[in-house]
């Protein structure tokens, strides 16, 4: 895995051999991003089988089990983690193994598949998404969605990776994204790669140039969104899609359908991480607060339905009343 903690300073790729050391790269952010963290717990069974070298299959079942345990306590919002054990477990539950060997295969083979249609799902959600794009337009983007977030190619931007390379005018208020500036570090460092004009903003300053009339859309991705369409995303998603609606400027997410979780009714429902204090006390190794200052650190928010103007989905365009058309998309 590329070490997206210490980006963009150092590009350092790490090996785990065991569903415990990709559970523990999951929670410490080493890869992150809802479709990532998906691809990466399917790994994380396939490199935790290939380790051991018994040929007993009741066994390699047994710790398939545990790896599946270990990897789904990892991190609890983003639900590609989920989808992506329950995929895998489900396919192993409906076929015949013989030999050890064949289970490892398969779940090793799997892990590949979820990943090359993660590539197909983005490219295919930035086409579906080129009808909404303005051929010249300024969009804000939250958080990271890109390669990084994904297996290769991006979400949200992937959005505006597509209208670019389709000949869009397309510039970018890049969120920072406290506490963990994904923004900063990850999204500034596609979008120069990228060749795509990109500005970086704090999360606070979104509204500033919405007043200024200098915002034509947000893109966002996310990590879960319930059947009535309330969407969990990144820390700070939610003030930024109330400053859009504000603005009567259209709010998107864009996203796989694996992270549309229809058996969640309402954003309610959904767990929000809390993460360790450090990480807004701290801004790389320099204290910014008084010693013994309380944080509140939760990971990601819920923007309502009713801020959101569509949902982008390899599968199309999700368009509000979102409980009948999310429905409609899986029927
Ligand atoms: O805490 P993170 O960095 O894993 O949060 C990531 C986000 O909130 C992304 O917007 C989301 O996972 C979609 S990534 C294509």
Known sequence: ??????????????????????????????????????????????????????DDLELLSEKYGKADEVLRASRPTAVNLFWALDRVSNRVNDTTFTTAQELKDFVLAEAHLIAKEDVEICRQIGLNALELIPKQATAVHHCNTGGLATVGYGTALGVIRTAHENGHDISVLVDE??????????????????????????????????????????????????????????????????????????????????????????????????????EVLLVGEERIAPEGTEVGNPAFDVTAAKYISAIITEKGIVYPPFVENLKALFD
Not at 219 to 227: E, F, N, P, S
Not at 238 to 253: C, E, K, Q, S, T
């Open 177 to 278: 994204t406290r506490p963990r500036l994904q923004g900063a570090r990850l999204t500034a460092w596609e979008l120069k790669q990228l060749g795509i004009k990109h500005k970086l903003i704090v999360d606070g300053a979104s509204g500033f140039y919405m007043k200024q009339g200098q915002v034509d859309f947000c893109v966002v991705g996310c990590d879960r969104v319930a059947a009535n369409g309330d969407t969990a995303n990144k820390i700070g998603t939610y003030n930024l899609a109330l400053a859009a609606y504000a603005h009567g400027i259209p709010f998107y997410v864009a996203g796989p359908t694996s992270t549309i979780d229809l058996s969640t009714a309402s954003g309610d429902d959904i767990e929000i991480e809390e993460r360790t204090d450090t």
């Open 1 to 54: 895995m590329l070490d997206q903690r210490i980006l963009p300073g150092e590009v350092l790729y790490l090996d785990f051999n065991s569903a415990e050391e990709v559970a523990a790269a999951i929670r410490d952010m080493v890869i992150r991003g809802a479709p990532a963290i998906g691809a990466a717990a399917a790994y994380g069974l396939a490199v935790e089988l290939r380790q051991s070298d018994s």
